[in-house]
């Protein structure tokens, strides 16, 4: 069964450093993986992916993620923190036992940005 | 073009009432889910649709939960009767392809408490 796992339900940084969030997924088969950010009072949205190809993934707001076959791992990366960077962070992969969008996330990681 | 969207955006219901929630996807988009998440815990698959059908129900808890979708346009899920267990935040999602590398948009989420 594929699985994910978010180390540290809340991580806290200073405004301008980085910003590293981690996730590391069990998969039978090679996995595709996904973060998703939801901002205080909204909904969740996809931050980046990961399916096939380059690595090193980059998404919106400055965010990259690195898929690392052998660790087992796609953590979420920011070089500079800032203030609106403050939300609750998701790690996930898709069941590849569905023939869907079906969509099994960790725990979340809440991230706070010290002024 | 509009999101998804969900109403309620709260609820606080009474153990043994009744309460229906409401998803309307991404027009066009024929495949919708439910999720939820419990306080503290991982966000968990409910059930797919396919236009008005059930694709996937597996994550469905139990028979107190009734899903629809008739026509295949807006959702509702109905919770009769609640118990104090079922509070947590829903949150519906749709796609307009199926496929583990698609994205799935997410709505804000239903806040649901029943005390």
């Known amino acids: 069964a594929q699985s994910v796992t978010q180390l540290g339900s809340h991580v806290s940084v200073s405004e301008g450093a980085l910003v590293l969030l981690r996730c590391n997924y069990s998969s039978s088969v090679p996995p595709y993986l996904f973060w998703y950010v939801q901002y205080p009072n909204q909904g969740l949205q996809l931050l980046l992916k990961?399916?096939?190809?380059?690595?090193l993934v980059k998404g919106i707001n400055g965010f990259e993620a690195e898929f690392k076959k052998s660790e087992t791992s796609f953590h979420l990366t920011k070089p500079s923190a800032h203030m609106s960077d403050a939300a609750e962070y998701f790690c996930a992969v898709t069941d590849p036992d569905s023939s869907a969008s079906k969509i099994i996330f960790g725990s979340g990681t809440r991230l706070s940005i010290r002024p | 073009e509009a999101g998804v969207t969900q109403f309620p955006s709260h609820s606080v219901i009474e153990k043994g009432q009744t309460v229906t929630l409401r998803c309307d996807p991404i027009?066009?988009?024929?495949?919708l889910y439910w999720y939820r998440r419990v306080m503290g815990k991982e966000i968990k698959f409910l059930l797919h649709?396919?236009?008005?059908?059930?694709?996937?129900e597996s994550g469905m808890p139990n028979n107190r939960f009734l899903a629809e979708r008739t026509g295949g346009t807006y959702s509702t899920l109905k919770v009769q009767p609640a118990e104090l267990e079922d509070s947590g935040v829903y949150f519906c999602?749709?796609?307009?392809?199926?496929?583990?590398?698609?994205?799935?948009?997410f709505g804000q989420g239903t806040r649901l408490t029943v005390v």
């Open positions: 027009s066009g988009h024929d495949n």
């Open positions: 999602a749709s796609s307009q392809f199926r496929g583990r590398s698609t994205e799935a948009f």
């Open positions: 990961y399916t096939t190809g380059a690595t």
């Open positions: 649709f396919v236009k008005e059908s059930k694709q996937d």
